[in-house]
């Protein structure tokens, strides 16, 4: 049984970071952060795909301040997140499955459960 277990999350003031922790039970070549807040669709964070050489997106409103960081060995992703604002409010979900680059989230066939993330002004 295909397990995604995440860890971190909570609250924060806006300027401030977090970590997040995603464990996979086996090796995907594409893992992702997702999150969606109240009200809106769930869109990529940051996604990682593994063919030969790390292949990193991150969304525009994250870039510079959001990093993933992949351990293949141990097949974790994580998620820094730094100057955190409260835009970045929402569940953030770790994700798995695509054998491609994307930042479809019907292409990813397994998920965690979703950890908050609250940055309050």
């Known amino acids: 049984q295909v397990r995604l277990e995440e860890s971190g999350g909570g609250s924060v003031q806006a300027g401030g970071s977090m970590k997040l922790s995603c464990a996979a039970s086996?090796?995907?070549?594409?893992m992702a952060w997702f999150r969606q807040a109240p009200g809106k669709e769930r869109e990529a964070v940051a996604t990682v795909y593994s063919g030969g050489s790390n292949n990193y997106y991150y969304h525009h409103a994250v870039k510079g301040r959001f990093t993933l960081y992949r351990d293949i060995v141990k097949d974790t992703v994580a998620l820094q997140m730094n100057d955190l604002k409260p835009e970045g409010t929402a569940l953030y979900y770790c994700?798995?499955?695509?054998?491609?680059?994307?930042?479809?989230?019907?292409?990813?066939?397994?998920w965690g459960q979703g950890t908050q993330v609250t940055v309050s002004s």
């Open positions: 994700a798995a499955g695509p054998q491609r680059m994307t930042t479809e989230a019907r292409a990813f066939d397994y």
């Open positions: 086996r090796y995907f070549r594409t």
